[in-house]
């Protein structure tokens, strides 16, 4: 993979000084015969209108360094942190998360999938990556020797699948044993944790490098069943020392747990949302100052204006009831912005919040842009982020959608370019 490259240019009031393409979304092959760097100087000049010629992501490279610093003055010295970049980093894009977060204090990489974890080794990370989701097939196994990367175990079965094909491999892996507390999704039953880690420490090549779990209810403010958990987990380990069984390194919180309390946080944590700067729960707020990472932005691309009595859009859900200047803007919900946010998503323009209306399409949205008589083709609309004194968060509009910050944040496609940005 490549490098990411800073390129100044102009820019309105409104908007950074400064950004670096992320070279894997802009899809440029280390294949081809121009190096990736002469292709991206040659680009210098009309990069920030290719790139932002009608929506794309904002990822703020000085949010996510913050971040990271104050999650660490949370631990102690022994306690690592473990990035979790999973799902192109939470819609943020993995390899520019993945090195910023490295460089300012992570030392550990999440990822879901064996591909998510083979695109950062092909990248040139060379961290420490767990993988999180359970893992089984020979060819599976075979590319996780290969690119050194460290599955979790979570049966008998799965911990013999890969002592089978390891030894014909004469190769080693590290590994960490998953334990479920209360989850109830991956993970041997906490009672049975010793057999389970006897099994796998009899198998010559698996190393364990950790025993964890997961936390299902981190973020209530209720603790109960988080410290029901927390006793099972202790429990499981108490059970394991009596056994004389050598425990190199434990983890159970999640970005919850790692705000609430430091009991929780063990030899390592294993923070996702809270890297990117959102809260798991709106009573951790006080927690620490952390930052949004990302944002979204679009342009104008049409300014009419429509009269009394005109519908918009598929389906006329919205009728206009006095003449109203209407802008369209080139996003819809291909590129994430869900369709049952219609005639509920607000925006921010120049500082000023205003309506979108009618059923947001596939690749563009409306809104009643009345406020602002001077509004001109090209304009930036701020959907996600700071405006002025506007912000608009992810949580705004899980708020409204009834669902979690996590959703919206994954949910931002491809086909919209990630520009970084630094103060």
Same mark, same amino acid.
């Given at each position: ?5 800073n390129i100044p240019v102009s820019s309105s009031p409104h908007e950074r000084d400064t950004l670096a393409l992320n070279p894997d979304r802009l899809l440029i092959s280390s294949r081809k015969s121009i190096s ?95 993988? /999180? @989701? ?14 050194? +990367? *460290? !599955?979790? #175990? ?118 996702? /949302? @809270? ?14 100052? +952390? *930052? !949004?990472? #990302? ?129």
């Amino acid at each position: 993979m490549l490098d990411d490259v800073n390129i100044p240019v102009s820019s309105s009031p409104h908007e950074r000084d400064t950004l670096a393409l992320n070279p894997d979304r802009l899809l440029i092959s280390s294949r081809k015969s121009i190096s990736a760097k002469e292709h991206l100087l040659q680009l210098r000049d009309s990069a920030w209108d290719t790139l932002r010629d009608r929506a794309w992501v904002e990822i703020d490279l000085a949010a996510l360094a913050h971040n990271v610093r104050l999650l660490k003055r949370l631990l102690s010295a022994k306690t690592q942190l473990m990035a979790v970049v999973k799902a192109d980093a939470y819609g943020h894009g993995a390899l520019t998360v993945a090195q910023t977060v490295l460089q300012h204090g992570a030392s550990w990489l999440g990822v879901a999938t064996i591909g998510e974890g083979i695109e950062l080794r092909k990248a040139g990370i060379d961290a420490p990556i767990l993988i /999180l @989701g359970a893992i089984h097939s020979p060819e599976q196994i075979k590319a996780i020797a290969h690119f050194s +990367l *460290q !599955p979790t #175990l979570v049966s008998p079965q799965q911990a013999l699948a890969f002592e089978d094909t390891l030894s014909s491999l004469s190769q080693s892996v590290s590994v960490h044993v998953k334990l479920d507390t209360g989850m109830s999704r991956l993970g041997m039953p906490w009672q049975q944790g010793v057999e389970f880690v006897r099994l796998v420490e009899g198998c010559p090549h698996l190393q364990i490098a950790s025993i964890y779990s997961h936390l299902a209810t981190a973020d209530d403010p209720d603790p109960t069943v988080m410290r029901r958990q927390q006793g099972r987990f202790e429990a499981a380990i108490a059970n394991l020392r009596r056994a004389g069984i050598a425990i190199p390194r434990l983890h159970l919180a999640n970005s919850a747990a790692a705000l609430t309390d430091p009991s929780l946080h063990y030899d390592m944590v294993r923070v996702g /949302l @809270g890297i990117y700067g959102l809260y798991p729960a709106p009573h951790l707020h006080s927690a620490i100052d +952390l *930052q !949004p990472v #990302l944002q979204v932005k679009a342009r104008v691309t049409q300014v009419k204006i429509i009269a009394a009595g005109t519908g918009v859009s598929y389906g006329h859900q919205f009728i206009a009831d006095r003449e109203m200047r209407l802008a369209v803007v080139g996003i819809g919900y291909a590129d994430g912005v869900p369709r049952n946010l219609s005639n509920q998503l607000k925006v921010s323009i120049r500082g000023q919040m205003i309506p979108q209306v009618g059923a947001i399409t596939m690749d563009q949205l409306m809104l009643d842009a009345s406020a602002i008589p001077d509004l001109q083709v090209g304009e930036v609309v701020t959907l996600l982020g700071q405006d002025g004194n506007n912000f608009i968060g992810a949580d705004d509009w899980a708020a409204t959608l009834g669902t979690i910050s996590w959703e919206i944040l994954c949910s931002f496609k491809h086909r919209l370019p990630r520009v970084a940005v630094s103060e």
